[in-house]
Structures are given as C-alpha cells and as structure tokens.
C-alpha cells in the first residue's frame, strides 16, 4: 500500500521534473514504489517525452505503468538500466499509448528472447522510429522476426548493440525488406565474422544506411574492405570497427 507521504513525495519529484513536453525522472531511483505512486495521483500529463531511466524499475513498475492511462501524448519512452526482464517488457505492447510511441529506448533491462520476442511480434509499433535493444540478450530469432515484420517499416535507427547475435540473424537482416527506411544501425559486440560482413556487403534493400556500427566484432580486414566497396552502401558517411 502506498502512503500518503510516499505520494507526497511523488508529487514533489513530479513538480520538479516535469516541464510542457517532459517528465525527466532519469536517475531519481524511485523504483517500483514510485511508478505506483505515480499511477496514484491521477494526475494526467501532456507530455510527449517520459524518461524512466536508472529508477530500479522491475517488472512491477512496468506493470504500473503499462496498464495505467495518464500519458495520453507519449511519443517517446526512455526505460533504459531498469530490470524490467521479459516479464515486464511482454506487457509492453498492451500499453494504450503503445501505438503513439516513435522512440522507444530499453537498454540493459535484462530482456531475452522471449521479451525481445513479444516486442517484434506486435503490431502495435507502427509509427516506431528509433528502437534501442542494446545490452539485451534479445539475439538472432528477435532481429529475424523484426527483418520480417511490416509494423516496423517506420524504423530509422536501430540499435541491437551487445545483444547476442550472429551470422544467423544477420543473414535474414541483409535481405530485409521491411527495414528499407534505417539509415543507423549499431551492431557492435555481437558474434559477427567475415560472413556476416559479407552478407551485409551484398544487401539489395539496407540501401539508406549513413551509419554503420561493427566494433569489437571479429569481421576483420576484409570484412571492412567489403562493406567499404560494397555498392548497397553507397550513402555510408560513419562505418566504426576496430
């Protein structure tokens, strides 16, 4: 049960994070007792930005916040060193301000394929521009499946930085033809060799890439040579390896 000193307390951190367009709560370390006693106020808010970052948030301040109603105008969600898991992550997409969101950012959630999963297999992220999966164990059937899905045609930028994948997944990435529209991608630390250069190399559809992120990833040499005269990558300004 939360006190009323606790939602006084909510109330005052509100009043001092919160502007027209945000609610800044980045690192306030309210936890899941906070995001309840957020719910709890009843206050409903206009913005467009909510910043939950670095709170202590587990799948019990998700479930909080992905069944209540008081953000109607979310367009960018930033849930970033939490420990939301799977269990959190999978109530995501029945968030009814799921279909507004444009940025969504999860890094280091402790999320795996079966959260990553439930992400990619909803139809509900269609106006989706930035998706952030970095330093989540998501691997390859969550980037195949989002290779393959319509209702991230939107995607700008996507980041599956450290997050298990292989050739495998990057196979069925370079024939995308869903994801026509990124121009960023970072897939640095993942378990990609000369192949997986290759494969990237010989795309038909990345086409729009501008910036490409392969460091600390075993494509060598001739994996850089490739990319680097690869003529899919025509528009590549920023190509990091080491």
Not at 35 to 62: C, H, M, P, Y
Not at 125 to 145: A, W, Y
Not at 193 to 200: D, F, G, Q, R, V
Request: proline share 2%.
């Amino acid at each position: 049960m939360i006190t009323q000193i606790k939602l006084d307390y909510i109330n005052r951190v509100i009043d001092e994070s919160l502007d027209e367009e945000s609610l800044e709560l980045n690192g306030k370390f309210i936890g899941d007792e906070g995001i309840e006693a957020l719910v709890q106020t009843k206050r409903v808010f206009e913005v467009e930005n909510l910043d939950l970052s670095r709170n202590k948030l587990t799948w019990r301040g998700a479930h909080h916040l992905f069944h209540c109603d008081l953000f109607k105008n979310l367009k960018r969600l930033y849930l970033g060193d939490n420990n939301i898991s799977d269990k959190g992550i999978k109530e995501l997409p029945s968030a009814y301000f799921t279909e507004n969101l444009s940025h969504l950012d999860m890094r280091y959630n402790n999320i795996g394929p079966e959260g990553g999963m439930a992400v990619v297999q909803s139809e509900k992220f269609r106006k989706l521009q930035i998706l952030i999966f970095q330093e989540n164990p998501v691997g390859d059937e969550t980037l195949m499946t989002l290779a393959k899905a319509p209702a991230f045609a939107n995607l700008r930028k996507l980041n599956f930085y450290r997050t298990e994948i292989t050739p495998k997944g990057i196979k069925v990435l370079a024939k995308s033809k869903v994801l026509r529209r990124v121009k960023h991608f970072n897939l640095a630390r993942n378990y990609l060799n000369l192949e997986s250069a290759k494969l990237l190399a010989n795309t038909k559809t990345l086409t729009k890439v501008e910036s490409l992120l392969l460091y600390d990833t075993g494509i060598g040499d001739a994996g850089v040579k490739a990319i680097l005269e690869s003529e899919a990558f025509a528009n590549l300004k920023t190509l990091r390896v080491t």
